[in-house]
């Protein structure tokens, strides 16, 4: 910690609790036989070309494009990602989800389509997502999700029972549990179609949270760094609890609903990471929701499609309900918004980050020195008094200042000379030199901030202008660079707009 003008303490940059992603598919091909018994596995060495496929200069004749013969190839992954989405798709189909291509009585063609790959808006690659098939029209149902194909309490409860998932267990641990049991009985389980397209390894939802030290180290000056560890921490000690001698996890093994090597941290992690990256708070349910198909929606952060809980006629569960928030053309990814999320908070819980964030934010924590402020215990007793402590924290946001920080300094600034605590108007100036030492105390407290990195804001940009370098960063190096750049951007537009504060 360090002390600035008149008795103002900066702390670290603190990110304050507030509360994934996936373009075109490429079909599989199946096997294809000859109608004519034992024929020759090759042709002879001197064979010319045929008419029907010309040769062509450099390499031997394609279908469809330059490239190796996309018609006689082993399976691809692609090919497989599409065998679990055509397989997703006829699972869900099977069990009342209305997916439909083409029109059938009454009813319109199912508006969207699962996409392999897609690109965020800052054209990265964000894995599976949803694209329009189809004009959409704003307020159009995208789909509806019946409650008994979604992985919920009520669900942990029909197959553990209640006395593994009791009340008193969280919903995130409840709802892990479930999960690995259900990923331990493969092609056996009821899930088995949406299990099979979700990450199969925690590391591959890239959530802040499972790096190792070596990339965490690249947050270094963000509070993303000691966000993760804590995080981390907290999932380990759940872990344990669970795992205790006569816990819920040595009771499903005695029971024999999943082996042990089933209920390791490691399959517990990739859990939890699938729960933080896509579980849905329905509030009509009162629910924590796994909700297939509908999870495949990415996020941006100008949407404002959000998931509803209908409870249809005559039925005694809930449909998962989605309306597109404006209109989309054919083809175009459709989104969701995951909340007023910063980068923070999207790189813990999601594994990736926004260059253009509207509610990105940095935190700046500042508290009043006993040994250096003016009228120390006469400013605490005043904050006590007023419910507040003396260490506050202050949320620097890419669009806005926050007049509260400037008011908090001119308040640890005061001498004896500004008068009575209760009667002064922070909103304005106390004096030229209470204000000069209030503006230069949030000056240098966003100077601290930034010095906490190790490079600056333009060496960052020079950095991520080297394509060579930039590649040796790897996909999570590239998001921590992202993330430490757009908050050093936002310490430094704070510092302008402090400075440019009229009198």
């Given at each position: 910690?360090?002390?600035v ?5 900066l702390g670290a ?8 992603w996936r373009g ?18 090759i042709?002879?060495?001197?064979a010319?070309p ?12 394609r279908a ?6 996309s ?5 691809s ?5 599409r ?10 189909t099977s069990?009342?989800?209305y997916?439909a291509a083409?029109?059938?009585?009454g009813?319109?063609?199912h508006?969207?389509?699962?996409a392999?790959?897609t ?10 997502g949803?694209?329009?098939t ?11 999700v019946?409650e008994?194909v ?16 009791t ?10 549990l ?16 949406y299990?099979?397209v ?6 591959e939802v ?6 190792s ?10 509070a993303a ?8 921490a ?10 205790a001698?006569?816990?819920p996890?040595?009771?499903?093994a005695?029971?024999a ?8 941290f ?11 990256s896509r579980a849905?708070n ?8 796994l909700a297939p198909?509908?999870d495949?929606?990415n ?7 959000i998931?509803e809980a ?5 039925s ?11 209109m ?15 980068n923070q ?6 594994g990736f980050v926004?260059?253009?964030n ?8 500042v ?6 402020t ?26 806005r ?11 640890a600034?005061m001498g004896p ?9 922070y909103t304005r100036p ?51 660079l ?22």
């Amino acid at each position: 910690m360090e002390n600035v003008s008149r008795g103002l303490l900066l702390g670290a940059l603190l990110l304050e609790p507030a509360e994934g992603w996936r373009g075109s598919a490429a079909h599989a091909r199946g096997a294809v036989r000859s109608a004519h018994a034992r024929a020759p596995p090759i042709c002879a060495a001197d064979a010319g070309p045929s008419a029907a496929a010309p040769a062509r200069r450099g390499g031997a004749a394609r279908a469809g494009g330059d490239g190796p013969s996309s018609w006689l190839r082993a399976p691809s992954d692609m090919d497989d990602s599409r065998r679990r989405e055509s397989e997703l798709e006829a699972w869900l189909t099977s069990h009342g989800v209305y997916l439909a291509a083409t029109s059938s009585w009454g009813a319109a063609p199912h508006p969207l389509g699962i996409a392999s790959q897609t690109k965020d808006q800052d054209l990265q690659p964000s894995g599976r997502g949803l694209l329009a098939t189809r004009g959409v029209r704003q307020g159009d149902a995208l789909f509806r999700v019946p409650e008994k194909v979604c992985i919920t309490r009520r669900n942990a409860v029909a197959v553990l029972g209640a006395d593994i998932a009791t009340p008193a267990l969280g919903e995130h641990e409840t709802l892990a549990l479930l999960l690995m049991r259900e990923r331990a009985l493969g092609a056996a389980s009821f899930w088995a179609p949406y299990l099979n397209v979700l990450p199969s390894t925690a590391a591959e939802v890239g959530a802040s949270f499972i790096w190792s030290d070596a990339e965490l180290a690249l947050l270094q000056g963000s509070a993303a760094l000691n966000e993760a560890r804590e995080f981390a921490a907290r999932l380990r000690t759940s872990y344990s609890e669970l795992a205790a001698p006569g816990g819920p996890i040595d009771t499903m093994a005695a029971r024999a609903l999943a082996p042990a090597d089933a209920m390791s941290f490691e399959q517990f992690e990739w859990a939890m990471a699938v729960l933080f990256s896509r579980a849905i708070n329905m509030r009509e349910m009162d629910a924590l929701v796994l909700a297939p198909y509908a999870d495949l929606l990415n996020h941006s952060p100008g949407s404002n499609a959000i998931f509803e809980a209908e409870k249809p006629w005559a039925s005694d569960g809930y449909e998962i309900v989605c309306y597109a928030d404006r209109m989309y053309g054919q083809m175009e990814q459709v989104y969701l918004s995951y909340g007023k999320r910063s980068n923070q908070e999207l790189l813990l819980l999601y594994g990736f980050v926004i260059d253009r964030n509207p509610f990105d934010e940095v935190v700046l924590r500042v508290s009043l020195d006993p040994d250096a402020t003016p009228r120390y215990a006469e400013k605490s007793a005043f904050l006590r008094r007023g419910g507040r402590s003396d260490a506050l924290s202050f949320p620097l946001r890419v669009d806005r200042f926050p007049d509260e920080l400037i008011q908090f300094t001119r308040f640890a600034c005061m001498g004896p000379e500004e008068g009575a605590l209760e009667t002064a108007d922070y909103t304005r100036p106390l004096s030229v030199a209470n204000e000069e030492a209030a503006r230069t105390a949030v000056v240098d407290a966003c100077r601290a901030a930034l010095a906490a990195y190790p490079r600056s804001l333009d060496e960052d940009r020079r950095l991520l202008a080297d394509k060579g370098a930039r590649a040796l960063l790897g996909g999570r190096g590239y998001a921590a660079l992202r993330l430490c750049m757009n908050e050093k951007a936002i310490l430094e537009r704070a510092i302008r707009a402090v400075n440019a504060l009229a009198w």
